[in-house]
């Protein structure tokens, strides 16, 4: 089974730029969710859909952040403009429909912001 | 608010010596707590549920409800163990998850 996908792996901008990550979920999983982990830190939730809708935005920073999953399978997430405090990996994660089903994680793409 | 604390940012212990990952938990309500790990170069990965009670790679962790913690612990400890180590939890009936800010464990051949 394809586990979930992510890319670019690794980008470094400079700060006030923007960046662009594009996740693909493993095939059938309705959530999708989109964690930011600063180093030293637990991934922390930006973002959960559920299909094409948002469940849970609540630590978006919905000023520069956002996210989008228009057809309910990839999802996209979006930096503008790019903060240094922006530097982590990105983490992607789907799961099945139902509460208690097991999250799986993609590899993330790291970010660098200088 | 929710939240998973992991007091230790390091662990190191030699083969074949027990191992305890301490995790505590405050919330109000029913969570769900997991144990996450993250072997080096490989991406983050459920190890174990408190619902399912069972052992994996030699790990287990009971829930303790009194203390509200969720120690992973293994009596003998291998090379292999070698990861970071993510306690989290969801919310009773949703099913995103809360971190901890992790424990890097090395075993010492």
């Known amino acids: 089974e394809a586990g979930v996908a992510q890319s670019p792996r690794y980008k470094i901008i400079e700060k006030r730029q923007s960046v662009a990550f594009w996740c693909n979920p493993i095939?059938?999983?309705?959530?999708l969710y989109w964690y930011q982990q600063i180093l030293g830190q637990g991934p922390k939730l930006l973002i959960q859909?559920?299909?094409?809708?948002?469940?849970?935005d609540s630590q978006l920073p919905k000023d520069r952040f956002s996210a989008e999953r228009l057809k309910g399978v990839d999802s996209t997430l979006k930096i503008q403009p790019a903060k240094l405090e922006d530097s982590a990996v990105y983490l992607c994660?789907?799961?099945?429909?139902?509460?208690?089903?097991?999250?799986?994680f993609g590899e993330g793409s790291w970010l660098t912001v200088v | 608010a929710q939240r998973v604390t992991q007091p230790e940012k390091l662990l190191s212990v030699f083969k074949g010596a027990p191992v305890e990952l301490k995790c505590n938990y405050s919330?109000?309500?029913?969570?769900?707590l997991f144990w996450y790990v993250q072997y080096s170069r490989q991406r983050l990965q459920l190890l174990l549920r408190?619902?399912s009670r069972e052992s994996i790679k030699g790990f287990t962790a009971d829930l303790n409800k009194g203390e509200t913690s969720f120690h992973l612990k293994k009596p003998f400890a291998q090379e292999e163990d070698s990861a970071m180590y993510y306690c989290?939890?969801?919310?009773?009936?949703?099913?995103?998850?809360?971190f901890g800010t992790g424990t890097r464990l090395t075993v010492i051949p």
């Open positions: 095939s059938g999983h309705a959530t």
């Open positions: 989290a939890s969801t919310p009773g009936g949703a099913n995103n998850l809360f």
């Open positions: 994660a789907s799961s099945l429909l139902n509460s208690g089903n097991t999250i799986y």
């Open positions: 408190h619902i």
């Open positions: 859909f559920q299909n094409n809708g948002v469940v849970d």
């Open positions: 919330y109000s309500g029913s969570p769900e």
